[in-house]
């Protein structure tokens, strides 16, 4: 057995379960340095715990010394538009997701946790702000009505409706600690009158001629939910509304877990022309379609 012994952790362990239950340490020690700022600077030597964290990144490639800053694969890690600074609230997501996922829990979303519920409200916020711009600007630049599925702890709804004054949105959502974390921040970010969170699936979703724009993660939407859904975000859509909808295309573990399971870019295509939608165009991971 060929061991490795490093001052941060013994690294190829006595079995191969040894060395998988070291990646969740170097993870682990990504997320508290990231946490702590140190990252990019060096521990206080004094502070053994993160003097070790660090040297087991800096022993498996993830951190550079002198000075100590990340690697190019930590600085390419965290999700598009994601600091590396915010790296710790993903890494903590993660590792949750795993451990339900573990305990046997069913597909879906099943986030609890109130701090990881406003972390990924964050993180989702700066990600689909970035796909809606580079998707439709057009109709972003017009837009005075937003619907949000999934809405979550409202991250993308607080952001839009910051960056531009003359918007209302609606945040769809079925999870009871989502909802209770979305009204909170909505309240505390003082959109309170513009943003509505709604205990309801997009399932059924009633509203006619209501949205100029409509953002669908179809990876988190269970593929019955999201075929009954389609038809009605159409009528929920003005003339000339749009429906940007997120895509998990590649065929994985981790995105069936999620709830919504794998769409192939053509099949939702295909799936948005069945639901009346036209001029629909594919952008990298996600496909829009208008009224
Ligand atoms: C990853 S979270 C979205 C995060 C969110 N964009 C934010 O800014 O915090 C996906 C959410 O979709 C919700 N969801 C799943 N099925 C749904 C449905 N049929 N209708 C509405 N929301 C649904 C889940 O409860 C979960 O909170």
């Known amino acids: ?57 800096i022993d498996t490639g993830w951190l550079l010394t002198d000075p100590v800053r990340p690697s190019a694969g930590l600085l390419a890690a965290p999700p598009p538009g994601v600091p590396t600074s915010a790296l710790s609230g ?27 519920i406003r972390w990924r409200g964050r993180a989702s916020g700066l990600i689909a702000q970035g796909i809606i711009e580079r998707c ?30 003359g918007l209302r949105a609606v945040g769809l959502e079925i999870s009871p600690a989502a909802l209770d974390v979305a009204r909170i921040d909505v309240a505390e970010a003082g959109l309170a009158d513009r943003i509505e969170i709604r205990d309801q699936s997009v399932a059924e979703l009633t509203d006619v001629e209501a949205y100029d724009l409509a953002w669908l993660p179809q990876q988190f939407i269970p593929r019955g939910e999201l075929l009954e859904a389609l038809p009605r975000v159409l009528r929920s859509l003005r003339p000339d ?49 208008r009224r």
């Open 241 to 289: 509304g749009a429906l940007v909808m997120a895509l998990a295309t590649e065929d994985d573990l981790p995105n069936l877990v999620s709830g919504g399971g794998t769409l192939p870019a053509a099949e939702a295509v295909e799936l948005l022309e069945q639901a009346g939608f036209h001029t629909i165009s594919v952008h990298d991971m996600t496909v829009v379609g």
């Open 1 to 57: 057995m060929n061991e490795s012994f490093h001052r941060g952790l013994r690294l190829q362990g006595m079995t191969s379960f040894d060395d998988l239950v070291a990646q969740f340490w170097i993870l682990g020690a990504i997320g508290r340095l990231a946490d702590q700022d140190l990252l990019h600077r060096a521990a206080d030597p004094d502070d053994e715990m993160s003097a070790l964290s660090q040297q087991l990144l």
């Open 90 to 116: 993903y890494v903590r997501e993660q590792i949750a997701r795993i451990g339900r996922f573990a305990a046997g829990s069913p597909p879906g979303w099943n986030e609890h946790d109130r701090d990881r």
């Open 136 to 165: 439709c600007p057009d109709v972003l630049q017009r837009a005075t009505g937003f619907l949000d599925v999934g809405t979550g702890a409202a991250g993308i709804a607080v952001r839009l409706c910051r960056a531009s004054p």
